[in-house]
C-alpha cells in the first residue's frame, strides 16, 4: 500500500531528528556512511516509505503523534472536527490529537482523514473466509465409477494373479474409469509399464489424451508416455516406466520384428489394459496378450468393453473371453435398480433412447440360400450381400426420409450405412438435397477423417450436421451432442448393433442430450433391439 500525498506532505513537515526516530537511528546511520545524501529530508522520507506501511505508521502512537504535532494550526484542527467529542472553544487540538487511543473507529477516520485506504486486516480476512467449502477435483469420477475402480483394485490386490474385465455401458465413462485405475497403480508402483492396447488409431489418441489430462491431476512424479500406433514409435527397449499407448497391429509386429527390443521393454509391464476387450480373443491378438504377460512377473490383464461377449450362436468364444479374465467382471451395481442402464438414464448420465423399427423388404436381391444358411450358422451378412443392400434404391429412399423426419428435431445426426460405396452414395445424395453431410471410410486419409469428424463434434453455425460411415465410427468415436442414429445396415451381432446405439447416449451430465432416437431398418433378422438386452445378455457366461 502507497503513501498518499497527504501523509508525504505531513512527513515533510516533521523535524529530521524524529524522523531518523521513525526510520530507525541504526539504520540512518548506515545508510549515511554509506551515502551522506541519505540524511536528507527527502531520503529520510524514502526510507520511511520503504520501512512501514501507511495505516502501520498512523496505528503507532509515538510516530502518530509526530505527524499531529508537523500540523498547521488550521489542518489540526479541521482533523480535530471529525471526532465528535472535539470541543473547538475549550480543547487544544494538538493535545487532543495526542490523547486519541486506537480504536477501529479513530483509526478508520485517521485513514479516510490521509487519503489511506482502509485495510484489510488478518482478523478482517478471517471473517471473509467461508469455514466450510466444498472442493471439486478437476479429474473426478461418479460415485458408480468410483466403485468400479475400488472393485478392481481390490481384485488386482489379491495374492494370485487376477485378470479383470470392465464392464460398462457406452457413454458412462469407461476411459476415464480406466484412467483412474491406472493412476492408481502407476502411483503405487515406481519404475513400472502400462501397455494400454486399442485396434485404432482414434482410439489410441483418445486414450493417450485421456491419460495426459488424468495423469496431470492424479500423478504423483514425472513418468513418459509413448505413442506406439499409426506412424509413432520409439525404442521400446529404452521405455522403463510409465504407458505405452499401442496399436494391436503394430505392437503385434514387433513381437517379431524387434523380438530383443519387445521383451525388454515387456520386463517392466505391470498392466496390459485392453480396449474393446471382446476383441482380445482373436488368434493375433491373443498371441501379443500372451507375449506381455509372459515371465516371472506378475501382470495383470484389464479389459474395457461395454459388450462382454462375443457372436450369439459362438458361446464357445464367449466361454474363451470370460476364461481369459478369470471371470471376474467388474460392472455397474447400483442400489435400488434392477438394471445400471436405468440407473444412467435416470441420473442424466446416459440420454434416454426411443427406438423405432421400420421393416424393409428388397426384391430378394440378397435372399438366397447361402445367405440363409451362413445367417442360420451365427454368422453377420457377408460383405457382397452388404453391398447389394446399399445398392437398393428403395433401401435409400427410405433412409432420406428417416433423415428428413430427425433432421426436424436433431442438429446431429450418425448414419451407419451397409459398405464404404453406401456411405459414399447417401452422404452425396443427402447434400444434393442440401443438407450438410460428409461421408466418413476406411478410404479416407487420416487427416481427413479426423477433420470430418472435428467438424461434427463442433457446435459451429456453420459445422458438420450429419456424418455418414461405415466400420469406423463404432468404436473410439465420442460426439456428445449427436442425439439421433440411424442403422441402416442389418446385423446379427449385438457387440455391434450396442456400439452403434451407443455413439448417441451420452446424457447431459456427460454434455450429451436428455434424449436420442434411433432409427433401425430391420430386415427380419435375428437381433438385438436394445441398450437392455445388449447391457446384460453374456451375464451367465460371467456367473
Request: net charge negative; with cysteine.
Amino acid at each position: 500500500m502507497s503513501f498518499s500525498q497527504k501523509l508525504i506532505d505531513a512527513l515533510i513537515n516533521i523535524s529530521s531528528p524524529k524522523l531518523k526516530d521513525i526510520a530507525g537511528e541504526g539504520l540512518v546511520e548506515t545508510a549515511i556512511t554509506l551515502d551522506p545524501e541519505a540524511g536528507t529530508k527527502t531520503s529520510l522520507i524514502s526510507l520511511i516509505q520503504d520501512l512501514h506501511e501507511p495505516h502501520k505508521l498512523l496505528s503507532n502512537l509515538k510516530y502518530r503523534d509526530y505527524i499531529f504535532q508537523s500540523l498547521k494550526i488550521e489542518d489540526a484542527i479541521e482533523l480535530s472536527k471529525k471526532f465528535n467529542d472535539y470541543n473547538v472553544s475549550q480543547t487544544d487540538p494538538y493535545e487532543f490529537l495526542s490523547d486519541l487511543t486506537n480504536t477501529k473507529r479513530i483509526k478508520n477516520t485517521l485513514f479516510e482523514h490521509f487519503d489511506i485506504p482502509e485495510p484489510s486486516g488478518l482478523t478482517d480476512y478471517k471473517f471473509d473466509i467461508d469455514p466450510l467449502k466444498k472442493i471439486e477435483p478437476i479429474y473426478a469420477l461418479y460415485d458408480y465409477q468410483n466403485r468400479a475402480v475400488e472393485e478392481s483394485i481390490e481384485i488386482l490386490s489379491r495374492e494370485t494373479k487376477n485378470n479383470l474385465l470392465i464392464h460398462m455401458p457406452t457413454g458412462s465413462g469407461k476411459t476415464r474409469t480406466a484412467m483412474h485405475l491406472i493412476s492408481r497403480i502407476l502411483n503405487q508402483r515406481p519404475n513400472k509399464v502400462v501397455v494400454w492396447l486399442a485396434h485404432s488409431e482414434e482410439l489410441c489418441e483418445q486414450a493417450a489424451e485421456e491419460f495426459e489430462k488424468a495423469w496431470e491431476n492424479l500423478g504423483n512424479r514425472s513418468i513418459s508416455i509413448g505413442r506406439f500406433y499409426d506412424k509413432n514409435e520409439f525404442d521400446l527397449s529404452a521405455f522403463k516406466e510409465g504407458i505405452i499407448v499401442a496399436g494391436l497391429n503394430k505392437l503385434f509386429l514387433r513381437t517379431s520384428s524387434q523380438q530383443r527390443d519387445f521383451l525388454e521393454m515387456q520386463k517392466n509391464v505391470t498392466l496390459v489394459v485392453f480396449d474393446e476387450a471382446h476383441q482380445a480373443i482373436a488368434e493375433t491378438y491373443k498371441f501379443l496378450v500372451n507375449m506381455l504377460t509372459i515371465g516371472g512377473n506378475l501382470v495383470n490383464l484389464v479389459g474395457l468393453t461395454a459388450t462382454p461377449g462375443r457372436a450369439v450362436l459362438e458361446p464357445e468364444k464367449t466361454e474363451e473371453l470370460a476364461n481369459l479374465f478369470d471371470r471376474n467382471k467388474v460392472t455397474l451395481k447400483v442400489d435400488g435398480f434392477d438394471n445400471p442402464i436405468d440407473y444412467l438414464i435416470s441420473s442424466g448420465y446416459l440420454a434416454k433412447p426411443n427406438y423405432a423399427y421400420y421393416n424393409f423388404k428388397s426384391e430378394d436381391m440378397y435372399a438366397n440360400d447361402a445367405l440363409i444358411r451362413r445367417l442360420e450358422d451365427g454368422k453377420d451378412f457377408d460383405k457382397k450381400t452388404l453391398i447389394a443392400m446399399g445398392a437398393d434404391i428403395n433401401r435409400n429412399l427410405m433412409i432420406f426420409e428417416m433423415v428428413r423426419d430427425l433432421n426436424k428435431r436433431h442438429s446431429k445426426i450418425i448414419i451407419f450405412c451397409t459398405s464404404v460405396e453406401h456411405s459414399h452414395l447417401i452422404a452425396s445424395i443427402l447434400k444434393t438435397q442440401g443438407y450438410n453431410a460428409k461421408a466418413v471410410t476406411s478410404d479416407n486419409s487420416p487427416e481427413y477423417r479426423k477433420n470430418t469428424i472435428a467438424s461434427f463434434k463442433s457446435n459451429n453455425e456453420d459445422s458438420l450436421n450429419i456424418i455418414v460411415n461405415f466400420g469406423i465410427l463404432t468404436t473410439g468415436f465420442d460426439a456428445p451432442r449427436a442425439s439421433a442414429a440411424i442403422i441402416a445396415r442389418p446385423t446379427q451381432s449385438v457387440v455391434l448393433y450396442s456400439q452403434m446405439v451407443g455413439r448417441v447416449l451420452r446424457g447431459p451430465n456427460s454434455n450429451g442430450t436428455e434424449s436420442c432416437e434411433v432409427y433401425t431398418i430391420v430386415d427380419e433378422i435375428q437381433g438385438f433391439r436394445s441398450i437392455y438386452e445388449g447391457f446384460s445378455h453374456w451375464d451367465d457366461f460371467w456367473n
